[in-house]
């Protein structure tokens, strides 16, 4: 009996430690942010919501097909061991410090559910780009979409293994981005490169919003 309330206490103790200080304590609940990471086919938006993730994340990816692979929507050219894409969205958490907690969004890739960002990007305060520097111009869709909606975002270049190196300033001039938006290299696997990524959108955001 003893040995049973003994284990029971510490399941109890371990699950309280596992805890978020706002989690126990509703009186310091965060602010709750909102952010959209697009881009374009396979650029690595899956994986970026996964490395940061503190909950298991919610993916909705769907077995690619011999019908969709050879088609300009799905081309496989840069990403032949890609089996799977994303269908909706996928959905993760991170707590920043303990007054802030990021819910992220990935966006679809393929043209055939863009209509689906404009349900995403509802309520965001930013967005980030990925950018696959073996093809550039996948992400001039997202680009286009955010500014067009007016929403703060910044350019996030994912280097894949053998892909060519590219600095920030030149991927800034490839892709015509504004002086005045960050554009960063990162490593969409990293979780500290992400969080600094995000980060980065965050104070991006708040230096642009209206006084």
Not at 1 to 16: G, I, P
Request: net charge negative; proline share 5%; aromatic share 6%.
């Amino acid at each position: 009996m003893d040995s049973a309330v003994s284990d029971s206490l510490t399941a109890a103790e371990e699950t309280e430690e596992d805890l978020q200080p706002w989690q126990s304590d509703l009186s310091r609940a965060p602010i709750a942010t909102k952010i959209v990471v697009a881009g374009g086919f396979g650029a690595g938006k899956t994986t970026l919501v996964g490395a940061v993730s503190e909950i298991s994340p919610l993916r909705t990816e769907s077995l690619m097909t011999e019908a969709s692979a050879g088609t300009g929507d799905d081309d496989l050219g840069p990403v032949p061991q890609k089996a799977t894409t994303t269908v909706a969205m996928d959905f993760g958490r991170i707590t920043l410090d303990d007054d802030l907690v990021l819910y992220l969004f990935g966006t679809p890739g393929q043209a055939r559910f863009w209509f689906m960002w404009d349900d995403l990007v509802r309520g965001a305060i930013g967005v980030v780009v990925l950018a696959d520097t073996r093809r550039l111009d996948d992400c001039f869709p997202a680009l286009d979409y955010v500014e067009g909606c007016g929403l703060p975002y910044v350019v996030a270049v994912n280097h894949f293994d053998g892909s060519d190196r590219f600095e920030a300033d030149e991927v800034r001039e490839a892709l015509d981005v504004p002086a005045h938006v960050p554009v960063l290299v990162m490593d969409a696997r990293r979780r500290i490169s992400v969080v600094e990524t995000l980060l980065t959108l965050v104070r991006h955001a708040c230096d642009t919003a209206p006084e």
